[in-house]
């Protein structure tokens, strides 16, 4: 029973950071239509910075926000410098969106080499409760998790901003008609969704060493969070990642342990066949006329 | 006139100097051969922190030589010059590198790959031109047999580094229990050896789980899929078998990364990390109240008892090198550019290639990687010890090192190769 409740414990924090990675890639393409593969790179940079601030004495909590500060920024440029060229052909920013992403490791090779970068955990406790070990720092990025994703949740359903945002989504063209700056929020979100990926940078190597190529791992679960729940729908990117994560750690627990990436691929493709808009029914991108 | 003549012979006497100046390195480069050497390794792409380290070898081997005269061939002298190519992780990057290589700069020899795959595909073309290949692969030994190896052979030019994988996982089996047991409890019954789901992994650990097995382990093999991040469902699935050890066998990095998680979750009361020096493990500042053991690829970065690999270390890392978790992997490939130069030198010539083999076959070289003189048996193999380190348990830098030399056969089960 105590192996049974750690997995599932396990499951909560093997979510987290993909939910947050999810998230970020949802709302780019709900609003966008943007598919930016090179938004796994986004959460590696987010994690380097992170370690560099860290590794000069800077309090970890503090380096996250700089983390989060330097990817937005990317983010800002990606969006204006190349993405912008590319709204009306989504497939050229697909291509680009990779090629970006072998740039960004080779850059972050070029500046800080490419052995894999740690920081010290920083909480550094375990919690022993009835015999399951509960750790501190997972325990902390799980609430840091529920906080972003009500925070998001809540704005894009409830705000002002959000509403515009949904319109924006709805029909581009009126609504830029009614006087919503489209672009801008194209902008805002491209931001928006990049410093979730910093974050989730910065929580990850809280928890693991990351490398440069850390992104290209963590971008294939993201897509399928997104896919699973409704690309599109933040709703369903917290259900798609909570999802991942109890296959995750069930089927590493009682399945076969090699085949664990198969299990949730498995159950992506078949949510795709069977709701091909994701559980919760996703976008198809922002429309125009 | 003197006016004008004292320009004019200042100017001459600068050009005299000037042409001096510039021709003399000319005339030393005319005595000074060019050996063309190449380099095939992943300095991009997943197998970069293995891939590095062969490039750096190769730099410091190269400086090393040519710093100290060069090679004495036939009455001429050669100078080194690496064409290192970045495969990119790719084989079939690798395929086109050593194409170019082999068939349009006229390398005589080639070091690489990192991967069994990766160095059998360019052994396919190194063989038929008759370039010598030198990779430090243990899987080579699977196909490295009497048919292959023989003169007209497709792997006659093809030395593996590395020894058999039967003979490095049973040194390593002995060194790790006979260096854990006396700080557990009871004697350990029950290992858990944890692998990455890949070619490499899947034959490194079917040697691996045999020489246990020998040693009187019960063994349960848990593989995980390469690029794992969160190893915590895995690991506590291990938790729940109740091992004595955890070997954590292969991959340096991934090592690493679930190492700490497992000392979290209290995983094991002992454990085992395969290819992570101990010099990495320090500059970690990771830190265990149990006992962990160690073992290189094929000494260890930060605690080899022999001096020769202390000033080898030294003057790598001076050299730039990265400090990364398979620095180690880098003594697979160095000793062996001055095993080949000697070999040149036997032979008089650089462009005999079969006689070249034949005076690897029969040489004794003592290089650094192992304090007995290093051997090509008639596979092309070399055998050497492991050294295996015991952390001292609470510390991050206080090792205890054990030089184990490997089984005179392999154990029951296990086939060889």
Redesign the interface.
């Known amino acids: 029973m105590q192996?049974l409740i750690?997995?599932l414990i396990?499951?909560l924090?093997?979510a987290s950071v993909t939910i947050l990675i999810g998230i970020g890639i949802t709302l780019i393409f709900g609003l966008a239509g943007i598919v930016n593969f090179a938004h796994g790179e986004f959460l590696m940079v987010g994690g380097m910075v992170t370690w560099f601030l860290v590794s000069a004495g800077v309090p970890f909590f503090v380096a996250l926000i700089g983390a989060m500060i330097v990817v937005g920024l990317l983010g800002f440029v990606a969006e204006r410098g190349l993405f912008r060229f590319t709204l009306d052909r989504p497939m050229n920013g697909f291509i680009m969106s990779i090629g970006l992403s072998v740039i960004l490791?080779?850059v972050v090779?070029r500046l800080f080499?490419?052995?894999?970068k740690?920081i010290?955990?920083p909480v550094g406790k375990?919690w022993v409760v009835g015999g399951v070990?509960i750790?501190a720092m997972r325990a902390v990025v799980v609430a840091i998790t529920a906080v972003v994703v009500a925070v998001t949740y809540f704005g894009i359903s409830r705000s002002r901003y959000g509403i515009a945002l949904r319109a924006s989504i709805a029909d581009q063209d009126t609504a830029a008609l009614m006087g919503i700056p489209v672009r801008k929020y194209v902008t805002g979100v491209f931001i928006y969704g990049s410093m979730l990926a910093g974050l989730g940078g910065a929580l990850?190597i809280a928890?693991?060493?990351i490398?440069?190529?850390?992104g290209s791992?963590?971008i294939i679960r993201g897509f399928a969070v997104s896919l699973i729940g409704g690309l599109g729908n933040v709703g369903g990117a917290v259900v798609g990642g909570l999802l991942l994560g109890l296959v995750?750690?069930?089927?590493?627990?009682?399945g076969l342990?090699?085949?664990?990436?198969?299990y949730s691929l498995v159950l992506m493709i078949a949510v795709l066949i069977i709701r091909p808009q994701g559980l919760l029914g996703g976008t198809l991108g922002p429309r125009t006329s | 006139m003197k006016k004008v003549l004292f320009p004019f012979r200042l100017t001459s006497t600068r050009l005299a100097v000037a042409t001096f100046g510039l021709l003399a390195p000319l005339v030393a480069q005319a005595q000074d051969q060019e050996l063309k050497i190449g380099v095939v390794a992943a300095q991009s792409g997943s197998f970069v922190s293995a891939g590095n380290t062969i490039v750096a070898a190769a730099n410091l081997a190269a400086k090393q030589i040519n710093d100290a005269g060069g090679i004495k061939v036939g009455g001429k002298t050669y100078k080194i010059k690496l064409y290192i190519r970045d495969n990119r992780t790719d084989v079939n990057v690798t395929i086109a590198s050593a194409r170019e290589l082999v068939e349009d700069i006229g390398v005589k020899a080639i070091w690489g790959t990192e991967t069994h795959d990766f160095s059998v595909s360019m052994a396919k073309i190194t063989g038929p031109a008759k370039v010598l290949q030198f990779s430090g692969n243990s899987s080579l030994g699977a196909v490295l047999d009497d048919k292959s190896v023989a003169p007209g052979g497709w792997l006659h030019y093809t030395f593996q580094t590395e020894p058999q994988e039967w003979q490095r996982s049973g040194s390593t089996a002995k060194g790790v229990l006979s260096l854990l047991t006396p700080l557990m409890d009871h004697p350990p019954k029950h290992s858990v050896v944890f692998v990455g789901n890949d070619a490499t992994g899947q034959y490194l650990s079917s040697h691996y789980v045999k020489a246990l097995e020998a040693e009187g382990q019960q063994v349960d093999l848990v593989k995980y899929p390469p690029d794992t991040t969160d190893f915590s469902p895995l690991l506590t699935r291990i938790k729940g078998m109740h091992p004595d050890i955890v070997h954590f066998w292969y991959n340096g990095d991934s090592t690493l990364t679930a190492f700490p998680q497992a000392l979290k979750l209290d995983v094991a009361p002992a454990y085992f990390l395969f290819g992570v020096d101990p010099g990495i493990y320090a500059e970690r500042h990771l830190k265990s109240d149990k006992p962990v053991t160690l073992s290189c690829v094929p000494v260890c970065w930060g605690s080899s008892p022999y001096p020769e690999v202390q000033n080898y270390f030294k003057n790598y890392f001076a050299l730039g090198a990265a400090k990364g978790p398979q620095s180690s992997v880098s003594l697979l490939y160095y000793d062996y550019f001055f095993m080949y130069a000697k070999a040149l030198e036997q032979v008089g010539s650089i462009d005999n290639p079969d006689a070249v083999v034949d005076a690897l076959l029969k040489m004794k070289y003592q290089g650094v990687v192992s304090p007995v003189p290093l051997v090509f048996n008639a596979h092309h193999q070399v055998t050497f010890a492991t050294e295996v380190c015991l952390v001292q348990p609470g510390t991050s830098d206080q090792f205890k090192a054990a030089v184990e030399q490997p089984p005179a056969a392999p154990p029951p089960g296990d086939t060889g190769g």
């Open positions: 192996i750690q997995q396990n499951s924090s093997v490791q080779h090779i080499n490419e052995v894999q740690t010290p955990d375990v070990d750790i990850m928890l693991f060493p490398t440069p190529f850390t791992v963590v995750d750690g069930l089927s590493a627990g009682y342990p090699e085949w664990t990436d198969a």
